[in-house]
């Protein structure tokens, strides 16, 4: 085949691929009953594979990823807001000290008499104190919202926990029942009927006839009249011997 010809055929493959697609496209209810075909054939395999102790763990690997990359991030979350609400509460307390200096420089001024220093530190210390309040109820809420999320991360990791012994549990549960189906198949197979049972019933069934067979050809001779003829000529014979030897006793008798 030449390059020519090769890129041809692919050409060819291409076009009716597209026009299989566009054809699909267009006839909606063709496709959605192919696609409803597939999904069932999807579902089919997904539950098959579901109860097999690798293909449940499978599954169950993947849900503990997700409520692992989910714990991950409730526990970011969380040490996000906790540093926030120590920030705050330092922040706090830094204001607290400030405050506390600026009313030392207000008594100071005051004794000094020095009445417009006192009232620029006195402006100072209110916009301290709004700052404080504002810090404060931010740390309240900050508090809350960190109380909020260690529920929150709390919960999901117990969740995680749960689903490790859910999968320990039931892959342990699926590979003890695969066993059991296997054993019980297994003592099912060599109980059942096989092929060799059906020579060896044929074997015996051949044997019985051919016993049969025999007992009835014997009984047959044994009252046919050749069997008699015989039977008569050896009581014949076993006479004329027994009288033969009680002659022979009887001369040995007379010597």
């Not at 496209?25 to 539950?47: A, C, P, S």
């Not at 051919?210 to 014979?237: L, W």
């Amino acid at each position: 085949m030449t390059v020519g010809t090769s890129n041809f055929a692919i050409a060819v493959m291409f076009v009716l691929i597209l026009l299989v697609i566009v054809a699909l496209i267009l006839n909606k209810r063709l496709f959605k009953q192919l696609l409803m075909k597939f999904r069932g054939r999807t579902d089919e395999v997904i539950t098959r594979n579901a109860g097999t102790p690798d293909g449940a763990a499978d599954f169950y690997n993947a849900a503990i990823r997700e409520k692992e990359a989910l714990y991950a991030r409730a526990d970011q979350s969380f040490r996000e807001i906790s540093g926030k609400l120590d920030m705050a509460e330092k922040n706090l307390f830094s204001l607290k000290k400030e405050a506390f200096q600026i009313d030392r420089d207000i008594e100071s001024c005051l004794d000094a008499g020095r009445e417009a220093d006192a009232k620029q530190y006195a402006n100072r210390r209110i916009t301290v104190d709004q700052k404080m309040k504002a810090l404060s109820e931010t740390i309240e809420e900050f508090k809350k919202a960190k109380s909020q999320q260690e529920e929150i991360r709390a919960a999901i990791k117990q969740e995680l926990d749960e689903l490790k012994e859910e999968k320990e549990r039931t892959v342990y549960q699926l590979e003890s029942d695969q066993q059991i189906i296997a054993l019980h198949e297994s003592m099912n197979a060599s109980a059942s009927t096989s092929e060799s049972d059906h020579m060896l019933e044929r074997v015996r069934e051949g044997a019985k006839k051919q016993r049969e067979r025999a007992a009835g050809a014997q009984i047959a001779y044994d009252s046919s009249a050749e069997a008699m003829n015989r039977r008569m000529e050896n009581r014949t014979r076993e006479q004329e011997a027994d009288n033969l030897l009680v002659e022979i006793r009887r001369r040995r008798g007379n010597t």
